[in-house]
């Protein structure tokens, strides 16, 4: 059973059952399909709090969501590994998704960031038979937590001239403990906006509290000059649980990940009608 623990989510993911969707999507053809509050909650609470059987969590989690085998890339840079998929659209303009499934020294890592990993999937699982104009990159950075080395060696072999097809970067850590916002001191103020508009859209609970936090993978997007923006899900009291023994999934509250999980499709859907020029 899913607790509803934030209360305009809770009426809100009510709503959601009768309307899949407030954004104009493509559901009438089927392609679209929305995963629902229990598919979430169910993976954000099965977490396999093993750092080194980690990346063979995330590749099984995007199996179960309906990728091959084949799907599935482990791109290998010096000492760090990241799984990749490609989903290829009509232009060669890319959207990235990413989240890190490394874990910090202490705790299990259930909300950073097995939280951020299932709400990836979900997207994946959501748009995979949905035709887009962009072509989507669902990236699990490694190493987050010893310094954005899986998310760094990834944009710093984007060379100059593939540099103008990256039109946005959406990175997803640590959702799971309130209403999603994001962390605008890593992200670009353009996207920012948006992210907010869209959330305003499906009046959706959304925060806009300024929490300074160390870092994440955006930032190394952003270093290459990418428009990108972290979501992240973490009310007041986060720094008693993120990288502390207490970051276990008994902590999850399922209703932040799946509000994370829809924003970030929402966000997805609507970039690809864009123009990438709105966001640079
Ligand atoms: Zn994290």
């Known amino acids: 059973m ?3 623990l934030l209360s305009t989510g ?3 993911l009510l709503s959601l059952i009768a309307a899949p969707t407030s954004l104009n999507l493509d559901v009438k053809s ?4 929305i995963s629902t509050p229990e598919e979430v909650g169910e993976d954000a609470i099965s977490v396999n709090c093993q750092n080194g059987e980690r990346l063979g969590a995330v ?6 969501m309906g990728a091959q085998a084949s799907d599935i890339a482990i791109e290998k840079f010096n000492k760090v590994d990241n799984l990749v998929l490609r989903k290829q659209g009509k232009s060669e303009e890319l959207i990235v998704i990413g989240a890190h499934y490394d874990i910090a ?3 299990c890592g259930a909300i950073d960031n097995w939280s951020g990993i299932v709400a990836m999937a979900h997207v994946y699982r959501s748009v995979r038979d949905l035709p887009m ?3 989507l990159i669902f990236v699990a950075f490694g190493k987050e937590e010893k310094g954005l080395i899986g998310s760094r060696a990834m944009a710093a072999a984007i060379d100059k001239v593939q540099l103008r097809q990256y039109c946005a970067m959406i990175n997803l850590d640590s959702l799971g403990l309130g209403k999603p916002q994001v962390l605008e001191n890593l992200s670009s103020k353009k996207l920012t906006v948006r992210v907010g508009e869209i959330a305003h859209r499906m009046h959706m609970p959304f925060a806009a509290a300024n929490i300074e936090l160390g870092n994440s993978d955006s930032s190394s997007f952003l270093e290459r000059k990418i428009p990108s923006v972290t979501i992240h899900g ?3 009291d986060f720094s008693k649980v993120i990288h502390t023994v207490h970051d276990q999934p008994k902590f999850v509250k399922s209703d932040s990940v799946y509000l994370g999980y829809r924003l970030a499709l929402s966000v997805i859907v609507d970039i690809d009608k864009c123009s990438c020029d709105e966001f640079r």
Request: proline residues 0%; hydrophobic residues 45%.
């Open 10 to 12: 809770s009426l809100w």
């Open 2 to 4: 899913i607790s509803l």
């Open 59 to 64: 590749r099984i989690l995007f199996e179960k």
């Open 30 to 33: 089927g392609r679209l399909s």
């Open 133 to 135: 104009e962009k072509t």
């Open 105 to 107: 020294t202490l705790g």
């Open 234 to 236: 973490l009310a007041g």
